[in-house]
């Protein structure tokens, strides 16, 4: 039995914080819960309501900081998933497709959904899913 009852933060090092912002406030629609001029930059995914808010935090490298792998054994980060609702998720992929990002599509090793994925700024792999 776990004392666990959710994911709260996932926090990214990114080369170009401006960028990063555009993508996951902008293009993702992750909701800025910081001030906007403070550092690290903090958005909120998923439900308001929540005691504890599931947030995704941008920390900006130094400048000059090497661009990370290309490869994924020898990145640091996999991959981040965000949860769609299914009646969402189609309208996601539009959207994302309207934004210019290349959509992969994979099917889930054990959870019954939909997923697909994009890369962000940093060439981070973005997850999508809904349960089906």
Do not use: C, W
């Not at 959710?6 to 914080?17: N, P, Q, R």
């Not at 965000?82 to 959207?95: G, K, S, T, V, Y």
């Amino acid at each position: 039995m776990t004392m666990i009852r959710g994911l709260a933060e996932i926090v990214l090092s990114v080369h170009d914080l401006d960028a990063s912002l555009r993508f996951y406030r902008d293009t993702l629609g992750l909701t800025l819960v910081s001030e906007p001029a403070f550092r690290p930059v903090f958005l909120r995914a998923g439900d308001p309501a929540v005691t504890v808010p599931q947030l995704v935090v941008l920390v900006p490298l130094p400048a000059g900081t090497p661009p990370f792998p290309a490869a994924k054994p020898g990145r640091t980060l996999h991959h981040l998933a965000f949860e769609l609702a299914p009646a969402d998720f189609d309208a996601m992929r539009d959207h994302l497709t309207a934004q210019g990002l290349s959509i992969r599509t994979g099917q889930h090793p054990v959870i019954p959904s939909r997923t697909m994925y994009v890369d962000d700024p940093d060439g981070n792999e973005v997850e999508f899913i809904a349960g089906t």
